[in-house]
């Protein structure tokens, strides 16, 4: 992907996070890139060619984001360390407005089968990732853990996110989240570092 329809492309999501993905069209990215219709069209000639892309952008900044993750933590991301990471804009840090943007996209995923695609995808990664570190923690329903976990992220951001009825909580909230996560768990990192399996690193990578 070139680097103009990559900035094309963070305008459009930029869109989704401030105005609601209802106002994002072909004409109003063009207006809001300084581009004509038809310069943009070059780039994404039909509405598919846009959510493909954007579809692909997003998975991107997730894959880059995780790598990281794994970069700081020697490969060996414990479950607060992947909480941390999930429940602030780490998740897409190069996508702007992220808290904004990922209750955008999931209203947009309901309408849009490809980019739905893509956000299950991201789900199953991330879901893939606590079930494998639950299960080093000794939890007898790790997938359902797992599943309890992320649904908790993903529900903060409508509840504690910008504009949300208890913004002024978030900073609680995901402290309160840690705090039960090292309580009910313990310190994951204490596991050796070679417990994970190849196996298991790759599924959650796939």
């Known amino acids: 992907m070139t680097d103009r329809k990559t900035e094309i492309l963070q305008v459009a999501l930029e869109i989704i996070a401030t105005e609601g993905y209802g106002k994002l069209t072909l004409r109003a990215l063009a207006r809001a890139s300084g581009l004509k219709l038809g310069a943009l069209q070059y780039h994404f000639p039909t509405w598919d060619d846009l959510l493909v892309s954007l579809a692909k952008h997003i998975g991107g900044e997730y894959g880059r ?3 990281e993750l794994e970069r700081t933590t020697n490969y060996q991301p414990t ?6 990471w999930y429940m602030t804009d ?24 490809t980019l ?9 990664k991330t879901i893939a ?3 494998s570190e639950l299960a080093r923690a ?33 900073e609680a909230l995901r402290e309160a989240l840690l705090q039960f996560i090292a309580t ?22 796939s």
């Open 65 to 67: 984001s995780l790598e």
């Open 116 to 124: 739905k695609d893509a956000l299950d995808h991201i789900h199953r």
């Open 138 to 170: 000794g939890s007898p329903s790790p997938r359902l853990e797992a599943m309890a976990l992320v649904s908790f992220g993903e529900g903060s951001l409508l509840i504690s996110g910008p504009g949300g009825p208890f913004e002024g909580d978030a």
């Open 184 to 205: 009910r768990y313990g310190n994951t990192s204490e596991v050796a570092p070679g417990k994970r399996s190849r196996s298991a690193r790759k599924s959650a990578r």
């Open 90 to 113: 780490s998740v897409g840090e190069n996508l702007r407005s992220a808290k904004l943007l990922w209750p955008q996209l999931w209203a947009m995923s309901r309408v849009e089968p």
């Open 129 to 131: 990732l606590f079930e």
């Open 79 to 84: 479950l607060l360390n992947l909480t941390q």
